[in-house]
C-alpha cells in the first residue's frame, strides 16, 4: 500500500466529509500519501480513473432511491481497480440505503478492486433539512476515522490481505436486479418526480450563477440561471447551496413526499453501519 485516494459524489457535501475523514485517517495511520479526486461534476468525470495494486480507494455516492445515482453508474463501471483495495461508502438520508452499498461493491468488484470493508452513513437529505439534519456530525467523523484506522490496522497486520485469494466484503442488499425504492404519498399512491425541476425566485436570485456550476449534471443555463434545460437528479445541490435561497422545487407530489419522509423519519436516529 503505497496510495489513500478518496474517490466521490457528493453534490451537497456530505458525502465528501464521510469518505475524506476515513480516507484521511486511512492514510495518517498507514503513512501512505493522501489524495482526493472529486467526481461530483461533469468536467470531473471526463477520462477513465486507473489504480492498480499499490492503492487503496475509498468509493462514496449518496443514496437516491434505494440505489446509487443511475446517471452517475456509467461513469464509476468505467474506473478501473487492476487489483486496488476499494472500499465502498454510501451515505443515506435517514431512511434506508436499500441496495445502493451491494450495487456499489458489486461494481467495484467487477472493475477489479478487491473490497475489503464498507460503510453507510446518515447524511443530511438532499430533499430535506429535517432528515438526518446537520449529518454527518463531529461523531459521524470522528467513528468515520476510528473505523479507517482498525481497517488498516487489519490490513497491515494480515498481509495476505494484500495478495492472493479474495472474498468481497459482505454487506446487506439484494443481489441483482437491485430493487429502487418506490416513493409514494397518501393512501399509498406511487409517484413519480424524475421529471420535477427546481424552480427560481428571481425575487432572489442575483444571476451570480453558482447553481449552474454546482450541478452535477450541467443541467441549469449558466446563461440564465432560472433554467434548468437538461436533467434534474434532484440532489439538492442548487437549492442548499444557493446564498440567496432562491432554488426550491414545489410540485405538490414532491413536497407529500417529503413531508411523508419527514413525519416518519425526521425523529429517528440512524447510526452509522460498518462492515470489516
Not at 35 to 45: A, I, M
Amino acid at each position: 500500500m503505497k496510495n489513500v485516494v478518496a474517490l466521490y459524489f457528493s453534490p451537497t457535501g456530505g458525502t465528501k466529509k464521510v469518505v475524506n475523514s476515513m480516507a484521511g485517517s486511512f492514510a495518517a495511520f498507514t503513512g501512505c500519501e493522501f489524495s482526493e479526486r472529486d467526481v461530483t461534476l461533469p468536467k470531473q468525470r471526463e477520462g477513465t480513473p486507473e489504480f492498480g495494486v499499490d492503492d487503496v480507494v475509498f468509493f462514496g455516492v449518496p443514496v437516491y432511491i434505494g440505489r446509487m445515482p443511475n446517471l452517475i453508474r456509467p461513469f464509476f463501471t468505467s474506473i478501473k481497480g487492476r487489483g486496488a483495495l476499494g472500499i465502498p461508502v454510501v451515505t443515506y438520508g435517514n431512511r434506508a440505503y436499500d441496495d445502493a452499498l451491494i450495487e456499489l461493491r458489486d461494481i467495484m468488484e467487477k472493475n477489479g478492486f478487491r473490497t475489503v470493508a464498507a460503510a453507510a452513513f446518515p447524511a443530511e437529505h438532499s430533499f430535506s433539512t429535517t432528515l438526518a439534519g446537520g449529518r454527518p456530525d463531529e461523531k459521524d467523523l470522528l467513528l468515520a476515522e476510528d473505523f479507517a484506522r482498525k481497517i488498516a490496522k487489519i490490513l497491515t497486520a494480515n498481509p495476505h490481505y494484500l495478495c492472493g485469494d479474495h472474498t468481497p466484503i459482505a454487506v446487506p442488499g439484494n443481489p441483482p436486479p437491485y430493487t429502487y425504492y418506490k416513493a409514494v404519498i397518501s393512501d399509498n399512491k406511487s409517484i413519480d418526480i424524475r421529471k420535477v425541476k427546481p424552480l427560481t425566485d428571481i425575487s432572489k436570485c442575483t444571476g451570480c450563477g453558482l447553481c449552474a456550476r454546482l450541478c452535477p449534471m450541467g443541467s441549469i443555463n449558466i446563461s440564465d440561471p432560472t433554467i434548468t434545460d437538461g436533467i434534474c437528479i434532484k440532489c439538492g445541490a442548487c437549492i442548499k447551496r444557493c446564498p440567496q435561497g432562491a432554488k426550491s422545487i414545489t410540485d405538490p407530489d414532491y413536497l407529500e413526499h417529503k413531508r411523508l419522509l419527514e413525519e416518519e423519519f425526521g425523529n429517528v436516529i440512524k447510526k452509522a453501519e460498518l462492515f470489516l
